[in-house]
T-cell receptor
């Protein structure tokens, strides 16, 4: 059974810091990996999709990497801002999305 | 347009009521999903529809009944729910079930009293 874990579970940082969020999964037989953010009580916003043949994907201040063989993905957030405060979820894609445990991020001014 | 629209945004229902949640997308996606999310937990998959056919049911109790009338619309019919079914219900869609990016709606906040 696929298990997806995110570390750290929570993170509180001053604005301007560069951040690293980690996602690990137990079964490397995945199609893709997708990163989302979720604001409290809201739906999920797609941030980045990394296909299994890719190792990296970038969008603005966000960069995500994928190492299927080691079962790991990392989301880098450059120059963090208070507006980045949210819960970040990774999801591995097979015939469905299986979500990680999430990282709650707070960026304070 | 990458929008998935869910209605209603909030729903309060009694344990003897029957209600329905609605999800709509106009992106031409052929896979649609229902997820349930409890507070401070990740979303948990309930159902997957692929080309309007139910492809995955994650052993969901029969008081939840999904329906996919056409490729743009997904419903979740609710009957005789329990207070522990109170949660955020999320709908998502993607071009297909694999290899493609999934997009989520804003969810329906359901409270069962």
């Amino acid at each position: 059974k696929q298990e997806v874990t995110q570390i750290p579970a929570a993170l509180s940082v001053p604005e301007g810091e560069n951040l690293v969020l980690n996602c690990s999964f137990t079964d490397s037989a995945i199609y893709n990996l997708q990163w989302f953010r979720q604001d409290p009580g809201k739906g999920l916003t797609s941030l980045l999709l990394i296909q299994s043949s890719q190792r990296e994907q970038t969008s603005g201040r966000l960069n995500a990497s994928l190492d299927k063989s080691s079962g790991r993905s990392t989301l880098y957030i450059a120059a963090s801002q208070p507006g980045d405060s949210a819960t970040y979820l990774c999801a591995v894609v097979t015939d469905k999305l299986i979500f990680g445990t999430g990282t709650r991020l707070q960026v304070f001014p | 347009d990458t929008e998935v629209t869910q209605t209603p945004k909030h729903l309060v229902m009694g344990m003897t009521n029957k209600k329905s949640l609605k999800c709509e997308q106009h992106m031409g996606h052929r896979a649609m999903y229902w997820y349930k999310q409890k507070a401070k937990k990740p979303p948990e998959l309930m159902f997957v529809y692929s080309y309007e056919k139910l492809s995955i049911n994650e052993s969901v109790p029969s008081r939840f009944s999904p329906e996919c009338p056409n490729s743009s619309l997904l419903n979740l019919h609710l009957h005789a729910l329990q207070p522990e079914d109170s949660a955020l219900y999320l709908c998502a869609s993607s071009q297909r079930t694999e290899y493609t990016e999934a997009f989520f709606g804003q969810g329906t906040r359901l409270t069962v009293v």
